[in-house]
């Protein structure tokens, strides 16, 4: 069944999965912005993503690595790169507002970002990544094509330059389960139907992807370690079949990533296909493999892909060891894509001689790279010890220092976390609660308040930019962001709303902000990661034992507070998000490190209570993003996110009111987590339907206070108050008016002023509107 050509296939012994693609200096996010903003061609865009690309292989090739992936420098997401390739298009995005076709890249750009008149296809996350992709959508009627010229382009050129071309594809059903049903898909329409149809294209490109001088191709599975049902397995095995039943193909690597694919190994084992890729970092190492691995080739992704820590090399070649006699080849591998990492430690210089202790522990994409090779080089070598000296050392290193640097050993730290008590997680009853903050606040029914940021105007951009280059100092600087807080609450006075925010204008981010002023942090200068397109994040880095040296939030809390009779609301982020949008240690739990977060914003919570802040709100938008992909594993990471924010925030007094915040995501699922948070007010949006949510909710039993997103801040678009005053009279007729609040459903930080304050305007009259009915 295999072919001649893919059992000649020239075996490889070290390879990355994927690579960064935005540029070590952000260069492709600036073209590209720079295009859309009319100030630079489409043929300036592929100019420097073609140059990055470049780069990457010679880069790859130099450090060691024998295969390299071809076709993963996106200009936007990889998801849409894989639904472009095969046609799956909607057809709004295909014409322009005169009806004329738009050519291939603004038509690509179109269904990423939308147009005035076409909506963008729907953004979710990578499975448990802060990557994420845009959702293609598919009916029985879209026609699939293959558009394989620029891929093709980009095989042949790579095998011109002498490298060992990998090209790497989404599989079938990973990209058919990453899809939804178009708008008007009949009922029932799964884009799993489409499989059938989809199979012969992906087997004409691998025999194009042959001609062109691919040996090997690689076809990305991840989603076959999520939980799969018998079709979707079947579905798998098909699909594997139809793959490797091509004739005159290249050799397949099927590629997984991000846990274990449990059943689905014994599917990859039996599959006519040359190499299988594990993540053996998310997933375990498997005991023992199917017998079916002694004739193919392992991709072992041993090097961590997507957290920033030196691997330890002795481990990793004793677990390579153990393995090899299992398969027919080894090779060495990152766990993932290298996406989810920043690309190179060479960007750090001010870190590295603040910290070198730190330096010395961590390898981004640049340095896995070298790792990876490292690995595949000892397994080759007689004298293991000789052959990468120097790797070896590096990585003992970073052992040693783990174990020995007393910032990651704090004893106050330890024995705070270790004498936590279920005492220390609960509070008085809902009940007792609300009526002690009635009692302590005073507020309308239906109270009116804000997310916490509002607009981040390019003159507050602008003044962090000058404190950056020195241009003023600190205290200008505060004082700067102090006129702007005087401005925030005078506005939200003057549209009558309830409950006020500071607007948090000192805040570059929301993790950051307090990743800076934690002990246990680092900050990179150039630590970029992409979240979406061009959107890139620099996570900090959550090294060591987690500590408050000092009050983080509180002088700006007083401060608004000073300036109004109305109560205010201090603004953190809680445990989860934390942990979610930063790099994480692994040598203690991540149960354990997010206490230690929860014991340092509790601090903080006690400290603006103390200050006279009767509401405090601690935001946890990311608690869906950590769900583990299996269900199987959901809760112990519930158990441990739930217990941190009760951590946070269960040290505050009946009459304080603790809020929470949520975004971003489906929360179905989460229900009873989230009432398990214990939280007076929980304001939510859903990314369909938040009205729904608020029914799921109240039919779950849910019984605290609930502030569903009447008004979506992520369109420009302002909603007239009959609109609003509707969703409310739907919420009031779910949830009993007494629990329900009324805002936004995200902050304020991208909207423009223009935008969001008529829109609060509308807000405000809206909750009047409705409160004088139910009074009526
Ligand atoms: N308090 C934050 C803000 O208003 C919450 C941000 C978020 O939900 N991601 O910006
Ligand atoms: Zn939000």
């Known amino acids: 069944m295999t072919t001649t050509t893919s059992t000649t296939a020239p075996a490889f012994a070290a390879t990355v999965p994927g690579l960064p693609r935005i540029g070590p200096d952000r260069e492709l996010k600036r ?46 997401d990889q998801v849409l790169d894989a639904a472009a390739l095969f046609g799956m298009h909607a057809p709004r995005h295909l014409l322009d507002a005169a009806g004329e076709p738009r050519d291939v890249l603004a038509a690509y750009f179109a269904a990423a970002r939308g147009t005035a008149e076409a909506a963008p296809l729907e953004m ?102 999520t939980d799969l049902g018998e079709a979707e397995l079947d579905a798998a095995r098909r699909a594997l079949a139809a793959l490797g039943e091509t004739p005159d193909r290249p050799a397949i690597l099927v590629q997984t990533y991000f846990g274990d694919p449990g059943p689905a190994l014994d599917l990859l084992a039996a599959a006519p296909v040359e ?106 070598a007689a004298d293991p010890e000789r052959a990468i000296a120097g790797a070896l050392a590096a990585s003992r290193r970073a052992a040693r220092l783990t174990a020995e640097d007393p910032r990651l050993h704090r004893a106050a730290v330890r024995e705070r976390v270790a004498a936590v008590d279920e005492a220390d997680l609960a509070r008085a009853p809902y009940p007792e609660r609300a009526a002690a903050q009635a ?18 105007t390019a003159q507050l951009r602008a003044a962090r930019a000058r404190l950056r ?35 948090e204008p000192e805040r570059n981010d929301m993790v950051q902000y307090f990743a800076e002023q934690l002990d246990g942090y680092a900050a990179t200068a150039a630590g970029w990661v992409q979240s979406y397109g061009t959107r890139c994040v620099r996570p900090p880095i ?10 983080m939030t509180v002088d700006w809390a ?57 509401i405090i709100q601690v935001d946890e938008p990311a608690l869906r993003e950590l769900l583990p992909p299996r269900a199987a594993d959901r809760p112990a990471y519930l158990d441990w996110s739930v217990r941190a924010f009760r951590l946070a925030t269960a040290g505050a007094a009946p009459a304080t009111a603790i809020h929470t915040h949520m975004c971003y995501s489906e929360f179905g699922e989460l229900i009873d987590s989230i009432a398990a948070l214990d939280a007076d007010v929980t304001s939510i949006e859903a990314a369909r339907s938040t009205m729904g949510i608020v029914a799921d909710l109240d039919r ?16 420009p678009r302002v909603p007239g108050v009959e609109e609003l005053a509707e969703s409310l009279r739907r919420a009031a007729a779910a949830v009993p008016a007494d629990r329900l609040w009324v805002n936004p459903d995200c902050g304020l930080k991208t909207r423009r002023p223009e935008e969001c304050v008529p829109a609060l305007r509308n807000m405000v009259a809206a909750a009047r509107r409705v409160r004088a009915e139910l009074a009526g």
């Open 558 to 614: 007083r401060f608004a507070a000073s300036l109004t009779d109305r109560p205010v609301k201090g603004m953190l982020t809680g445990p989860v998000t934390m942990l979610a949008w930063s790099f994480v240690r692994e040598d203690i739990p991540a149960a354990d490190t997010a206490a230690q977060v929860a014991l340092a914003i509790r601090d903080e919570v006690a400290d603006l209570e103390a200050a006279g802040l009767a």
């Open 275 to 380: 190499a299988v890729g594990l993540d053996l970092v998310a997933g375990g190492v498997p005991e023992r493999l199917p017998a079916g691995f002694a004739d193919k080739t392992l991709l072992t992704g041993i090097v961590d892909g997507r957290n920033v820590w030196r691997a330890d090399l002795d481990a990793a070649l004793a677990t390579l060891r153990a393995l090899a006699p299992q398969v027919g080849h080894l090779a060495v591998g990152t766990s993932c894509s290298l996406l989810h990492v920043p690309y190179g430690l060479a960007a750090e210089t001010a870190l590295a001689e603040r910290d070198p202790e730190l330096v010395a522990r961590l390898a981004f994409a640049e340095e896995k790279i070298t790792e990876v090779a490292a690995l595949a080089t000892a397994l080759a």
């Open 469 to 503: 280059a020195g241009e003023i100092d600190e205290a200008a600087y505060r004082e700067r962001m102090r006129e702007e807080v005087r401005e925030v609450i005078a506005l939200q006075e003057d549209l009558g709303l309830d409950v006020l925010v500071h607007g």
């Open 542 to 551: 959550l090294f060591g034992d987690v500590a408050r040296p000092r009050p």
């Open 31 to 76: 073209v590209i912005e720079a295009h859309w903003a009319g100030r630079a061609e489409a043929g300036e865009v592929l100019a420097v993503r073609d140059r990055l690309r470049r780069d990457a292989r010679d880069r790859l090739l130099a450090a060691g690595l024998d295969s390299v992936p071809v076709g993963v420098h996106s200009l936007y």
């Open 700 to 715: 779950a039993g849910f019984a605290l206070g609930i502030g569903p997103g009447i008004y979506d801040i992520h369109s």
């Open 124 to 225: 979710t996350k990578w499975f448990d990544t802060n990557y994420h992709h845009l959702v293609p959508e598919l009916s029985e009627a879209t026609s699939l094509t293959l558009h394989d010229e620029a891929l093709l382009a980009e095989v042949r050129e790579a095998v011109a330059a002498g490298a060992p071309a990998r090209p790497v594809l989404i599989g079938p059903l990973t990209l058919l389960r990453a899809a939804k049903p178009a708008a008007g898909a009949a009922a029932g329409f799964d884009p799993l139907d489409k499989l059938e149809e989809l199979l012969p294209h992906y087997r004409t490109l691998l025999a194009r992807l042959r001609v062109a001088g691919a040996d090997w191709v690689q076809i990305d599975e991840p989603a076959l370690v």
């Open 439 to 456: 009692a302590a606040t005073a507020l309308p029914p239906l109270p009116t308040t804000t997310i916490g940021s509002f607009p981040q």
